[in-house]
């Protein structure tokens, strides 16, 4: 097997040994980038300070294809069966169904047929996961632009061919909904490593090109050598920037805390006690709702007065989604009613007066952070509860 292989092992065994882990929430299926992803994901966890685990049933050089077959789907029912705390389904796999069958004289009708037939594998596979556990979320990773492959075709017609599967699979994924997520990272090394103008092949360019740099990825070039341990396999190094990039796509904010119903509350900052927010979550909808009770900008002249309350009092509503651990809400200003009566009817601008996001660390803190265009009024501040008593139902909703 490859050197990487064995080099990855040694690396999961270093992070399962650095201290204890949670049961698998994450369960890797798949083919030899797979394999890569079991200890390169757990890397990238423990590096984020997660205590979460990472299990694995992939396999170097297996196909989609031999994937749906009986014998394979239920290697899968078991694998679920055995980490029942799995929540998440890492996937690679199509890749070998690819390269295996495609070259560069294939016309754009049988490209076409290859890339359904290896879709509708990859669908039959994904649908049996949600069948075996409903509810699960799967990310399906793409590959990167490889070094040369003569044989096959030219880089840039590897390339632009594996764009062409990657926009399919994009499309099987929206068609999924949050139960199938895809991430595409062809380019990605190029991107991350830019290329030191030495040409180890003659498709390397021939000059420069700086990591970042706005020409990148390109598809004329394949993935730069330093970034290979073989024309397919990347170097341990670059897996790990993989597993990076796949964490920021998607595991920190499927893992990271999630805004649930026991945050209704009432919360405040401690260092501006007298002001604060009530805060609703409403799960069905995904959507959270805000009272926020503060005062002007300035204290209005002493001779300002008020029939009830105080003339300085103000109170801001805000609605909107959230995701993961963050509500970005619409701020709204209502005027123009009178105390307890019907007339005249207040009013609501519903094109909004600002802007309110608060994102939340755990279930007792967060971090508000608004903005009033046209007071040209920005900032942010800390909120905590006023009081713990919603604490307990919050982390076992969160869970």
Request: aromatic content about 10%.
């Amino acid at each position: 097997m490859y050197k990487w292989l064995s080099v990855s092992f040694l690396i999961l065994s270093l992070v399962l040994a650095a201290g204890p882990l949670q049961a698998a929430r994450i369960l890797v299926i798949g083919d030899s980038w797979g394999v890569a992803a079991g200890p390169s994901l757990q890397q990238v966890l423990v590096d984020n300070g997660s205590a979460d685990s990472v299990a694995s049933i992939a396999v170097g050089g297996e196909t989609a294809e031999n994937m749906n077959t009986p014998e394979w789907l239920q290697q899968i029912s078991t694998a679920l069966e055995q980490n029942p705390d799995a929540e998440l389904v890492h996937l690679s796999l199509g890749g070998n169904d690819f390269l295996g069958n495609w070259s560069s004289f294939l016309s754009q009708a049988a490209e076409d047929q290859l890339i359904a037939d290896i879709l509708e594998d990859i669908t039959a596979i994904v649908d049996h996961i949600l069948q075996q556990r409903p509810g699960i979320r799967i990310f399906w990773s793409s590959y990167d632009f490889p070094r040369p492959l003569p044989i096959i075709g030219q880089p840039e017609d590897v390339n632009n061919a594996s764009l062409r599967f990657s926009a399919r699979a994009q499309a099987l994924a929206d068609a999924k909904g949050d139960a199938l997520n895809y991430g595409d990272f062809n380019g990605l090394t190029q991107v991350v490593y830019g290329f030191d103008g030495v040409q180890v092949s003659i498709y390397d360019p021939a000059f420069a090109i700086p990591p970042g740099d706005p020409s990148l990825p390109d598809p004329q070039y394949p993935g730069p050598a330093v970034a290979y341990a073989d024309s397919i396999h990347l170097t341990e190094e670059a897996f790990l920037v993989l597993a990076e990039h796949q964490y920021d796509q998607f595991y920190q904010a499927v893992l990271g805390f999630q805004i649930n119903a026991g945050l209704n509350d009432a919360w405040y900052n401690r260092a501006t006690n007298g002001q604060g927010l009530l805060l609703a979550v409403f799960p069905a909808r995904k959507e959270m709702f805000a009272a926020w009770f503060t005062y002007d900008t300035e204290r209005p002249p002493e001779d300002v007065t008020a029939i009830v309350g105080e003339a300085g009092h103000r109170w801001l509503t805000a609605q909107g989604p959230y995701d993961g651990d963050t509500a970005n809400l619409t701020l709204y200003l209502t005027a123009g009613g009178v105390f307890d009566a019907a007339e005249p009817p207040a009013s609501t601008d519903l094109a909004g007066y600002g802007t309110l996001q608060i994102e939340f660390a755990d279930c007792t803190q967060g971090l508000v952070t608004y903005e009033i265009p046209s007071l040209s009024v920005s900032g942010q501040f800390p909120i905590e509860r006023i009081a713990p008593d919603n604490v307990a139902l919050c982390e076992s909703l969160a869970e």
